[in-house]
Structures are given as structure tokens and as C-alpha cells.
């Protein structure tokens, strides 16, 4: 069992000190995808950078402006392109004369944007001021941010290290309240278990996830929601054992429990299963894998 964590507190809009070197303001737009809602950062003090600015949410940009009152943003960070996190990046940077970094969109995020069924939906314009490389740092007084890739949710998926709290904010690639969606083809079970694998090496003390509250106990917390994507993995082979050849059949029967509305999002998560079983040669497809293939164990 993954021991998530689900109670957080706040107000929509108001600026909470979470930690010495961090803030958190959470904007109103709660979800099956965002739980309470988008929570953006601030980091440092006077000098500071924002991760995650959030929607593109009018209210949610002055609250971070009135937030932000007498102090000078230099970085704006965003983790990934989706719609809950990139869109107020450019209006906020707009408004402070902050540089925006992270990993542009992919190129078929521009003409596609995906359906809210399946995930948050894209913010295909996504692009950043700086391209972010692995490893990368920006630093302000008292605080340093270092780019840590991390594929798997989105290509583009990056985290930023806070070395002067062994802290990770780590977007959606890990979420206290919920396991992450992986939709390809722009997500990636292969990448993302490497991505997680990457983070647990890491040993950080506290993760921050852009949706809810954070992570303290790191180490066991990733390893649980590796073993229940091994324990998915495994109950997706079982049901191709028993004569289960198609995706949403299997979803039906393996997400039960789950809430209806996610089952659409549950659907592309098990067709990333596939696609990475399908690539580590343990299944076979009778075409290209989609959701409508028909699938066999190998
Ligand atoms: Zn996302």
C-alpha cells in the first residue's frame, strides 16, 4: 500500500510559509487531476524564484503578485507543460521581469492538445525563456535550484533540487494524494521508472508536489509507488494469462475501485504498461499498440 498523504491546509490564494526557504500559494482550481488545487512556490526570500506559477487564472495571479509585494523574482521554474502548470508563467514573468526556465513542449502538443478525460491537457505553447538541462543551476540569496530530469509523466518532465533543505520539488512526477497519470505517447512507464529510480538515489528529506501536501518519509514513499506499478504490471499479465486481450475490458476489472472518471486516464495508464512491456519483449501486439490492439503474453 502506498502511504499517501492527504491532509493539507490552507485557503485559495493565501500565502503560507511551509518551510524557512519556502512559501506556497495554492490556486482554485481543484480536480480530479489537481486534487485541492495547483500549489506554486515561492523560494527564498527577496530575491526569489516561483516553481509552478499554475493556471492561467486571473485571481491566482494577483494573489501570487500581492504575495510577491516588495520582492524581485528572478526565476520562474516550471516542471512541465501541462495546463495547471505552465499557462501563468508568461504572464507572470510579464508582470515581474523574471526569466521562465524549463523544457519547451513537445511538438505534437501544439496541434493536439489532449482531452481533459485523460490528464490535465496540454499547454502546447509552452516555452520557456531557458531550456533546462539535467544537472543545471540558477541561485538566488540563500537558495540554489538544480535542474533534475525526469521523464515518465510528460518528455519533459523536470524537478528542481533545493540543496539548502535537501528538498525536491517534484511536480507530478510524484504525488503525495495520488499515483502520477502516465499517458503516452508523451508519457513513458520505461522513462518514468527510470525517473523514479533517479529520485530515490537521491535521498532527499522532503519532496514538494505541485497538487498537495509533502512527502516526509521519501525513501519508503517511492518505493511503495514502485511496487504498486510492479504490482499493476503484474496484474496486467495475469489478466493477459486468463484471456483478457484488450485494454478497457481490463480496465473495467483491474480499476473497480477507482473513481469512473478516471478510468479514461486509467486506460492510457495501462497502455503505457503495455507499450513498455510490448518494448521489454514480454508481450506481443497484433499491430501498433493502441487502446484497441489486442495483446498477448509473449
Ligand atoms: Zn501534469
Redo the contacts with the bound molecule.
Sequence with gaps: MIPFVREITFDYGRCDTVSPLIRRVIARNPGP?TYTGTGTYIVGHGTVAVIDPGPDLPEHLDALLEALKGETVSHILVT?H?L??SPLARPLADATGATILGRAAPAEADSAPSGNDQ??GADGRFRPDIELTDGQTVSGPGWTLEAVTTPG??SNHVCFALPEENALFC??HIMGWSTT?ITPPDGDMGDYFASLAKVRARNFATLWPTHGAPIREVGPFIDAYVAHRRGREAQILDALATGHTRIRPMVTDLYAAVDPRLHPAAAHSVLAHMLHLVAEGRVTADGPAGLETEYRLA
Design positions: 487531476f512541465h501541462h495547471d502548470h490528464e490535465e509523466h510528460t511536480g507530478d497519470v
